[in-house]
C-alpha cells in the first residue's frame, strides 16, 4: 500500500513510483463526487467516465500488485522473520494510528466546522510524531522497541479474541443500542486501530479503506510464512510445474474466499484479491532473474501500444465486473491480475509510452506520497462536503480539482512527518537480511505447505458445521412449512405488521431439539403517531407446541430493537428430549400491531433452522454414540454442496504440491 525505500533496494523503481500514482488517483476519484460529470457526457461516453469514477477496487488491486512485487525483490526470503514483521509494521501503523484517531473524533462529533476538522488533521499528526519521533525512535532502545512491537501484536490477538469469539456472539444490536456509549466507542476504535475488524461482521470502519490496510497486513504475516516457502519449493521444478502451481493459486483462493464467508465473517478482506500479491512475486522474481523474459515482450510491442493496452485493461475490469454474474465476479477479479501484472512488469521496460507516463514526475511524486494520500482523501473529502456541493458539470471538476490539490498538500504534510522518520537510520532495530537457498529449506517448506492443507481441510470441516458448536445438530426448514399466512411463489420476506400472525409446522429430524433459528430484519414503520402508546414498546411474542396438542410447550417474548438485523435469531425453550419425527406448530406474532417497531422474516433461502443439542456427558460415556457424532459430522461435510466445490477448488494446488514433493528438484 506504501512506497519502499529500504536502503536494501539497489535502486527506486521509479517507474512504480508512477503507477502507484496512477492507482491512487483511481482511489480517490472513486470515492469524491462526480455525478454532474457522469450525468453530462454524451451516453456513448458513459461507460468510460463511469469506469474511471468506480475503479476504486481496481486501483487497489494495482497496489496489491506492487507490493507482492516489492517484498519478492527486497525481501526474496528474509533470515529474521520477526524483525521483516516489525519493519513492516513500522512502515504502516505510525501514520495509520494518527489518522485512525483523526477519523475517531470525526465520528465522536460528526457536527465539526470544515476548519476544525482541517485544524485536527493538522494537530492529531504532530502528536503522533512527537510520540513517535522523540518517544520511540530516539529514546527506546533495540529491547523496548521490540517488545512494543510485541505488545501491539498481542493487542491485536486480544482484539481478535474478544471480537471473534465474544462480541460476535450477540446480534448486532447489542453493541449498537445496548452497551454503553463510552464501551461501544472505545471498541469501534480498538477494533479499527489494531486492523482487527475484517474479523467480524458489524463493528463499522471509521475510513472505508481499511479493509485493504487489513488485507496488506495480513499479507505481511504470511509473506515469510507461506509465500517464500511455497516459492522456496518451486524453484527448483521445471517450467511447467511452475506454471500450473501458479494457476492453480486461482481456484486456492476462490475456495478461501468461500471459507472467509464461514469463518469469523471475514469476507472483507477480499481473499479473490490476494492472487494480485501473488501476481506480483512472480513479477518480482523475473525482474530480477529472468529480466529479458519482459524486455523480449515489450519488445515485440509497438512502443504505444503499452499504454493504451493500460488504460484499455482498467476500463475492461470495470465492464467485466459490473457486467458479470455474482457468483463469477471473483474469477473476473482474478483473472485480471495477470494481464495487469504483466502491463506494470512492461512498465519497467525503458522505451514504451507505459514506462514515459508512469516516469513522469508528478505521478511518482503521488506515488511516493500515495499512502499518505490514501489514509487522509476521504476525510479531506467529507470535509470539502461541508462546504460545497458541485451542481453541474463545471462546478464538478472544480471541485475536484480543488480537492485533489488539497489532498496532496495534506498527503505531503502527512509525509514528513509520519512517513519519513521511518526511513531515518537508527540503532532500534535488526536487519531483516535475505540468505539462500538450501536442501534444509525445502524440507521446512514441504512442512509449511503440509501444514497449510491441514488448516485448509480443518476450516472446511469447522466452517461447515452448527453455528452453535460442535455437539448441535442444525436442519434447515424450507418454506413450505408456513401455513399462515399464505405466501406467493416469489416472495422473499414476511411482514408482521402486515400478517399479524405467521404460524408454521416444522418437523424435528433429530431428538433433543432446544433451538429454532429465523432470518429477522428490525423495521420502523411511518406510522400516525399515537399518543397513547407514547413509551410504550413493542414485543415479538413466540410459541412452540407439539403439533395437535391444546396447550402451548412455551411461550417466550422478545424486543424487536434488540434483534436488530439478526440472519440466524435463536428461539429457545426447554429441550425436548423425545422431539425426533415428530411436528411443532410455532406461532410469531406482534404485541401490538399500533406501534411502529415490526419485524420481517426473510424467507428467501429457508424459513427456519431447528438446532438439536446432544449431551456432552453422554457422548464421553458411549464411544459408540461419539463415533456416530464424528461420522454425522463428516457427513455433514461430504453432503454440503458448497464444501464439495470449496474442497475441489483446492485439489488442483495439492495434487501438484504432492507430485512436487516426489520429484526431485534440479
Known amino acids: 500500500m506504501e512506497s519502499e525505500k529500504d536502503k536494501t533496494a539497489s535502486s527506486r523503481l521509479t ?19 462526480s455525478g454532474p460529470i457522469i450525468q453530462a457526457v454524451p451516453e456513448s461516453l458513459k461507460f468510460i467516465f463511469s469506469g474511471l469514477f468506480s475503479s476504486g477496487v481496481t486501483g487497489v488491486s494495482l497496489l496489491f500488485i506492487l507490493s507482492g512485487f516489492l517484498m519478492a525483490y527486497i525481501y526474496p526470503d528474509p533470515d529474521n522473520k520477526t524483525a521483516f514483521l516489525q519493519k513492516r509494521y513500522t512502515r504502516i501503523f505510525p501514520l495509520f494510528l494518527s489518522m485512525a484517531t483523526v477519523m475517531m473524533i470525526f465520528r465522536l462529533m460528526p457536527e465539526l466546522a470544515w476548519y476544525m476538522r482541517l485544524g485536527i488533521i493538522a494537530i492529531v499528526p504532530i502528536i503522533g510524531h512527537l510520540i513517535w519521533v522523540y518517544g520511540v525512535k530516539k529514546i527506546a532502545s533495540y529491547t523496548f522497541s521490540r517488545m512494543l512491537f510485541f505488545g501491539f501484536v498481542l493487542l491485536q490477538l486480544a482484539t481478535v479474541v474478544w471480537y471473534g469469539f465474544w462480541l460476535m456472539k450477540h446480534p448486532a444490536v447489542y453493541l449498537n443500542q445496548l452497551l454503553p456509549t463510552a464501551i461501544r466507542e472505545s471498541s469501534i476504535y480498538l477494533t479499527n486501530a489494531t486492523l482487527t475488524l475484517p474479523l467480524g461482521d458489524y463493528i463499522p470502519m471509521l475510513d472505508g479503506v481499511y479493509w485493504s490496510l487489513g488485507s496488506e497486513v495480513l499479507f505481511y504475516i504470511l509473506y515469510p510464512l507461506l509465500a517464500v516457502p511455497l516459492v522456496i519449493f518451486v524453484r527448483g521444478k521445471s517450467r511447467i510445474v511452475q506454471l500450473l502451481i501458479f494457476f492453480s493459486l486461482i481456484p486456492f483462493f476462490m475456495g478461501v474466499h468461500l471459507l472467509s464467508n464461514r469463518i469469523f465473517a471475514s469476507q472483507m478482506l477480499q481473499f479473490p484479491l490476494f492472487f494480485y500479491f501473488a501476481t506480483g512475486i512472480a513479477l518480482g522474481y523475473i525482474y530480477k532473474q529472468k529480466r529479458s523474459w519482459l524486455e523480449m515482450i515489450t519488445a515485440k510491442l509497438n512502443p504505444y501500444l503499452s499504454g493504451l493496452l493500460f488504460i484499455i485493461s482498467i476500463a475492461l475490469v470495470h465492464v467485466t465486473v459490473n457486467v458479470a454474474p455474482d457468483a463469477i465476479v471473483p474469477w473476473v477479479r482474478i483473472l485480471w491480475a495477470i494481464p495487469l501484472t504483466l502491463l506494470i512488469g512492461m512498465s519497467l521496460i525503458p522505451n514504451n509510452l507505459l514506462a514515459r507516463i508512469s516516469s513522469h514526475r508528478v505521478l511518482t511524486y503521488l506515488g511516493t506520497i500515495s499512502y499518505s494520500i490514501y489514509l487522509s482523501h476521504t476525510a479531506i473529502i467529507d470535509t470539502a462536503k461541508k462546504i460545497y456541493t458541485p451542481t453541474s458539470a463545471l462546478t464538478n471538476i472544480l471541485f475536484i480539482v480543488i480537492v485533489l490539490l488539497v489532498v496532496i498538500a495534506v498527503a505531503t504534510y502527512l509525509y514528513k512527518l509520519l512517513e519519513l522518520p521511518y526511513f531515518m537510520k537508527t540503532a532500534d532495530t535488526k536487519k531483516v537480511g535475505n540468505h539462500g537457498w538450501n536442501p534444509m529449506k525445502m524440507r521446512k517448506a514441504v512442512l509449511l505447505i503440509t501444514a497449510l492443507t491441514g488448516l485448509y481441510f480443518i476450516a472446511i470441516f469447522f466452517g461447515y458445521q452448527s453455528n452453535f458448536n460442535l455437539t448441535s445438530m442444525e436442519h434447515p426448514v424450507s418454506r413450505e412449512v408456513i401455513t399462515t399466512p399464505q405466501i406467493s411463489e416469489n416472495q422473499k420476506t414476511i411482514s408482521l405488521h402486515k400478517s399479524p400472525q405467521v404460524i408454521m409446522q416444522i418437523p424435528a429430524r433429530e431428538n433433543n431439539l432446544g433451538i429454532i433459528t429465523m432470518n429477522l430484519n428490525y423495521s420502523f414503520l411511518d406510522l400516525p403517531e399515537d399518543l397513547s402508546l407514547k413509551g410504550k414498546q413493542q414485543e415479538l411474542i413466540f410459541k412452540v407446541k407439539e403439533a395437535g396438542a391444546i396447550d402451548w410447550y412455551a411461550t417466550s417474548t422478545y424486543k424487536p430493537v434488540e434483534i436488530g438485523i439478526s440472519p440466524q435469531h435463536p428461539f429457545g425453550f426447554p429441550l425436548i428430549i423425545d422431539s425426533k419425527g415428530k411436528t411443532y406448530e410455532i406461532e410469531l406474532s406482534l404485541a401490538d400491531t399500533r406501534l411502529s417497531e415490526s419485524i420481517d422474516i426473510n424467507i428467501a433461502d429457508s424459513t427456519a433452522r431447528t438446532v438439536h443439542q446432544l449431551d456432552k456427558s453422554q457422548l464421553l ?46
Do not use: C, M, W
Request: charged share 15%; hydrophobic share 50%.
Open 15 to 33: 517507474a512504480l513510483d508512477g503507477i502507484r500514482g496512477l492507482a491512487i488517483l483511481l482511489v480517490f476519484f472513486n470515492h469524491i463526487n
Open 621 to 666: 460415556k458411549d464411544p459408540k454414540q461419539l463415533v456416530a457424532l464424528a461420522q454425522n459430522r463428516l457427513t455433514n461435510v461430504i453432503n454440503h454442496k458448497e464444501a464439495q466445490y470449496t474442497f475441489l477448488l483446492f485439489l488442483p494446488l495439492l495434487g501438484l504440491l504432492v507430485i512436487g514433493s516426489l520429484k526431485k528438484s534440479k
